[in-house]
């Protein structure tokens, strides 16, 4: 069974970071391209970021590019998301999501972790 | 603003068919696979739809998708008041981005 479990939100002031974890398993974590996708509240599902099963490829939704960074430890089935220069706009469910292939969408998702910008 | 648009709102009584678009263009959904998502209140999105008309295991048949140019849609029949929910299409751009529609609520009147 896939299990995705986020973790590492809370409550950080404007111009701020985190840094977002996902812990995996139930699969063959090295060979799948993993996803951040994220939610504000009371608003629909956006993409933020993928990157490729060996690392080696990054993408990134052009509202968090130069600011948000993902990384991901195959030895440890860890999926980081490192956020710097937070705004209020980046207030959301942070949704963990396994993709497959890059140019696929998620499958498998986690229950998410609620990041919140405010003074 | 959404790549992907869909309608906004939907609705059905049950037992009926509905039918839930997205539209897109070449780059997205003209050349890559689509996918559907339904989240209910306060849960993560659930895959209901892989690769353009692919159901995973555990989706009841009632859900299938189709995919015509640069527009997909989405139909359930025999609506059930569990189906009451927020639905989502999905592709990848071929500028490498992932899209997302805007969503649709279905209310099962």
């Known amino acids: 069974e896939v299990q995705l479990l986020e973790s590492g939100g809370g409550l950080v002031h404007p111009g701020g970071s985190l840094r977002l974890s996902c812990a995996a398993a139930?699969?063959?974590?090295?060979?799948?391209?993993l996803s951040w996708v994220r939610q504000a509240p009371g608003k629909g599902l956006e993409w933020v970021s993928t990157?490729?099963?060996?690392?080696?490829?990054?993408y990134y939704a052009d509202s968090v590019k130069g600011r948000f960074t993902i990384s991901r430890d195959n030895a440890n089935n860890t999926l980081y998301l490192e956020m710097n220069s937070l705004r209020a706009e980046d207030t959301a469910v942070y949704y963990c999501?396994?993709?497959?292939?890059?140019?696929?969408?998620?499958?498998?998702w986690g229950q998410g972790t609620l990041v919140t910008v405010s003074s | 603003q959404s790549v992907l648009t869909q309608p906004p709102s939907a609705s059905g009584t049950p037992g009926q068919r509905v039918t839930i678009s997205c539209s897109g263009s070449?780059?997205?959904?003209?050349?890559?696979?689509v996918f559907w998502y339904q989240q209910l209140p306060g849960t993560a999105p659930k895959l209901l739809i892989s690769?353009?008309?692919q159901r995973p295991s555990g989706v009841p048949d009632r859900f299938s998708a189709s995919r015509s140019g640069t527009s997909a849609s989405l139909a359930i029949s025999g609506l059930r008041s569990e189906d009451e929910a927020d639905y989502y299409c999905?592709?990848?751009?071929?500028?490498?981005?992932?899209?997302f529609g805007g969503g649709t609520k279905l209310t099962v009147l």
């Open positions: 999501a396994r993709t497959g292939e890059v140019w696929l969408q998620p499958d498998y």
């Open positions: 139930g699969f063959t974590f090295s060979r799948d391209a």
């Open positions: 990157i490729s099963g060996g690392g080696g490829g990054t």
């Open positions: 070449n780059s997205n959904i003209g050349n890559n696979f």
């Open positions: 690769r353009t008309n």
């Open positions: 999905a592709s990848w751009d071929d500028n490498l981005s992932a899209k």
